[in-house]
């Protein structure tokens, strides 16, 4: 999807991740609603696969319609460029080699942020309580919905108006973008030296972070710079080309690295656990 959007101008590359993040919003909420009318795990899943079923046939038959409209013609067919005529003969290796050479910082930008969104979230954020083990949960929302509401929900909500803003805020820039990510190394701090306890595991570290509020103002931070900072990055990343064909390979490969991200992020999560409790 990315490689498709990448030759179009920066609010439609931006809307394959406001959709991503917004579809993340709808299936928290659809998991509160299912949750509040049935407990059977089965008519869940049932109704998911459907639903999820439905979404996918639409998808497809709004994207062959949206192949036939002139707009999409003009960006979306690649046309031979007069850079891209003199470099016919140049094999695909080297076509790689040249996008990656001049978006590269972008790639290792989108694969950090990803890294340590993914390694967090939802994998370590999902375990944070409002209370110590073996004391009564004491917050507005009730412990039934406590995950969904102040992790998923907040998450996916934030995530989807941090790629909303980047529509019209573009700060920072291609070449110090990189600045905030690194930053959001904080969290890896934070989250797991909050109330995070895994299962039910004895913590071998105590907690640093108590407070249910800091988790939700931080759950929210979280969540608003990893949707505004990836719509960034991958808006970036096929900027640096002027031939279409390269901008394609570009915004493809900075997909590459954004799964790379939340592979490796997924894996580094249980050795977060594994620090914390001992128990992988």
């Known amino acids: 999807m990315f490689g498709l959007a990448s030759p179009f101008p920066f609010k439609y590359t931006n809307a394959v991740i406001i959709g991503q993040n917004f579809c993340g919003t709808a299936v928290t909420a659809l998991a509160m609603l299912t949750k509040a009318v049935s407990d059977d795990v089965q008519m869940r899943a049932s109704l998911f696969f459907v639903l999820s079923s439905i979404a996918v046939i639409t998808c497809y038959v709004l994207l062959k319609i949206l192949k036939k409209f002139s707009f999409y013609r003009k960006f979306g067919e690649l046309k031979p460029s007069a850079m891209s005529r003199e470099g016919e003969e140049r094999t695909s290796w080297s076509r790689i080699g040249e996008a990656f050479s001049k978006s590269k910082m972008q790639f290792a930008n989108i694969f950090i942020l990803f890294f340590v969104t993914l390694a967090l979230f939802p994998n370590v954020c999902m375990y944070v309580r409002d209370a110590p083990k073996g004391k009564p949960h004491d917050f507005f929302v009730s412990e039934k919905y406590f995950m969904d509401v102040v ?48 299962m039910d595991y004895d913590r071998i570290y105590s907690v640093l972070f108590s407070s249910t509020w800091l988790f939700m103002l931080n759950v929210c931070l979280f969540a608003l710079t990893s949707g505004y900072l990836s719509s960034l990055i991958m808006m970036y990343a096929p900027r640096s080309h002027e031939d279409p064909k390269a901008q394609r390979i570009a915004g493809m490969i900075a997909s590459f690295f954004l799964i790379f991200g939340i592979v490796v992020g997924l894996v580094f999560s249980w050795q977060i656990r594994l620090f914390m409790t001992g128990y992988a």
């Not at 930053?183 to 030296?193: D, E, G, I, S």
């Open 151 to 198: 992790v998923f929900l907040n998450f996916n909500l934030f995530a989807f108006l941090g790629s909303l803003l980047a529509n019209w805020v573009r700060f920072p820039g291609p070449n110090t973008i990189w600045i905030p990510v690194v930053a959001r190394f904080w969290f890896m701090f934070y989250f797991p030296a909050a109330n995070y306890l895994p």
